[in-house]
């Protein structure tokens, strides 16, 4: 049982460049988040999918797109890199939806770099 | 929408002694508290929750409390451990079906 599995776990980018973060779980969860983990800034809430089909922004959702590709699957989009974006992206689920989620379990990171 | 200040941002403690991390939250409808904690390059993980109908719940030597009249939430560990050492995130669900909403984060050193 992997859980929240997030590929790439590195990645370094130049200004301007695209890059997609992908996330999978197989929990069966379906909420599905994307957070940015900065120092001193705690995790901050990018986007999010309540549900399979469903899409919100969170609390810094300039420069993102998501897709909910299908319940298992959701994807973070950055269509033209920038330096402010350099940070580490979690992806997290959970059982219910966003107003009674329960446990969010969260993948291993993926470290972003911005040149 | 919801707030959630924490406090303090970095704490050091000996061995043994305990150590308390504090939250307070704006939106006097949320009604659910987790605790997550972050050992160094991992990922963060539940540790303890509470929901707001109850003041009070213990896990072994971890504790967290609620007061809803004054709309703040605090973690307790008791009789600290290198293995403690990590950094906490405490959060709050605000009202309808807002996601959950973190702090800023304590780290955490138990010194030996």
């Known amino acids: 049982n992997a859980g929240v599995t997030q590929t790439p776990k590195f990645q370094v980018l130049k200004t301007g460049q695209s890059m997609t973060l992908q996330c999978a779980q197989d929990?069966?969860?379906?909420?599905m988040y994307w957070y940015r983990q900065d120092p001193g800034m705690g995790l901050r809430l990018i986007y999010y999918?309540?549900?399979?089909?469903?899409?919100d922004k969170g609390e810094v959702p300039n420069g993102y797109n998501v897709s909910r590709l299908n319940k298992r699957e959701f994807s973070l989009r950055l269509e033209s890199a920038a330096p402010s974006q350099t940070s580490v992206y979690f992806c997290?689920?959970?059982?219910?939806?966003?107003?009674?989620?329960?446990?969010?379990?969260f993948g291993e990171g993926s470290r972003l770099t911005v040149l | 929408g919801e707030n959630v200040e924490q406090h303090p941002s970095t704490l050091s403690v000996q061995e043994g002694d305990s150590a308390v991390i504090k939250c307070t939250y704006s939106?006097?409808?949320?009604?659910?508290f987790p605790w997550y904690k972050q050992e160094l390059g991992k990922r963060p993980q539940l540790i303890i929750d509470?929901?707001?109908?109850?003041g009070e719940k213990k896990d072994q030597r971890i504790a967290v409390t609620l007061n809803k009249t004054a709309k703040h939430f605090s973690l307790h560990i008791t009789e600290t451990q290198p293995e403690d050492s990590a950094v906490y995130f405490c959060?709050?669900?605000?009202?309808?079906?807002?996601?959950?909403?973190f702090g800023k984060g304590t780290r955490l050193s138990v010194i030996a």
């Open positions: 997290a689920s959970a059982a219910g939806t966003s107003g009674n989620t329960g446990e969010l379990f």
């Open positions: 929990m069966n969860h379906n909420s």
């Open positions: 999918s309540a549900s399979e089909g469903t899409t």
């Open positions: 939106d006097s409808a949320s009604n659910y």
């Open positions: 509470i929901r707001s109908n109850v």
């Open positions: 959060a709050a669900r605000g009202s309808g079906n807002t996601p959950l909403v």
